[in-house]
T-cell receptor, first 115, second 113 residues
Framework: EDQVTQSPEALRLQEGESSSLNCSYT??????LFWYRQDPGKGPEFLFT???AGEEKEKERLKATLTKKESFLHITAPKPEDSATYLC????????????????FGQGTILTVHP | DTGVSQDPRHKITKRGQNVTFRCDPI?????LYWYRQTLGQGPEFLTY????????KSRLLSDRFSAERPKGSFSTLEIQRTEQGDSAMYLC???????????FGPGTRLLVL
């Protein structure tokens, strides 16, 4: 069974204080690892997809990296508007290399950035 | 790009009543997913469609839950005889293909009294 664990559960930062969020996963065959941002009362907003170990993607103050067992979301010089819950999810591929489709999510990391 | 839309956004019902939610995916997307999210947890997979075919249902999904996508466009999720444990945010997502990025709607928040 696919599993995703995120840490820490909550993270409080001062504006400008860089840090990282962790996503550890076990999956039969990884088709893709996804990062989403979720604001209170809203649906998840897509950030990144990573497909293979060593891959990195960046968007503004965020950079996502991937290894064979975990992914990190690095936040550089965060601002209060970066406060949200960050969700990590994996999509498995079957033995034939095609996708099952569904995403398995972690419980999320609640990020609070104080001015 | 109008995004994924869901209706209603909020629903309050009494235990034992039936409720139905609607999801309209991004227009050219042939995959449609339903997830459920409770407070402090990540979304949990319920079921998904490719066009009008329902390809997978979570084994955690009670027989009281049913979903349809009759013409391969919008989808409905019905919960019969609601229970207090059904209170959650119900999220819909769509993707262009099986391996495509899933884009989520704003969700329907259900409260069962």
């Amino acid at each position: 069974e696919d599993q995703v664990t995120q840490s820490p559960e909550a993270l409080r930062l001062q504006e400008g204080e860089s840090s990282s969020l962790n996503c550890s996963y076990t999956v039969s065959g990884l088709r893709g690892l996804f990062w989403y941002r979720q604001d209170p009362g809203k649906g998840p907003e897509f950030l990144f997809t990573l497909y293979s170990a060593g891959e990195e993607k960046e968007k503004e103050r965020l950079k996502a990296t991937l290894t064979k067992k975990e992914s990190f979301l690095h936040i550089t010089a965060p601002k209060p508007e970066d406060s949200a819950t960050y969700l990590c999810a994996v999509q498995a591929s079957n033995a034939g290399g095609t996708s099952y489709g569904k995403l398995t999510f972690g419980q999320g990391t609640i990020l609070t950035v104080h001015p | 790009d109008t995004g994924v839309s869901q209706d209603p956004r909020h629903k309050i019902t009494k235990r034992g009543q039936n409720v139905t939610f609607r999801c309209d995916p991004i227009s050219e997307h042939n995959r449609l997913y339903w997830y459920r999210q409770t407070l402090g947890q990540g979304p949990e997979f319920l079921t998904y469609f490719q066009n009008e075919a329902q390809l997978e249902k979570s084994r955690l999904l009670s027989d009281r839950f049913s979903a349809e996508r009759p013409k391969g466009s919008f989808s409905t999720l019905e919960i019969q005889r609601t229970e207090q444990g059904d209170s959650a945010m119900y999220l819909c997502a769509s993707s262009l293909e099986a391996a495509g990025t899933q884009y989520f709607g704003p969700g329907t928040r259900l409260l069962v009294l």
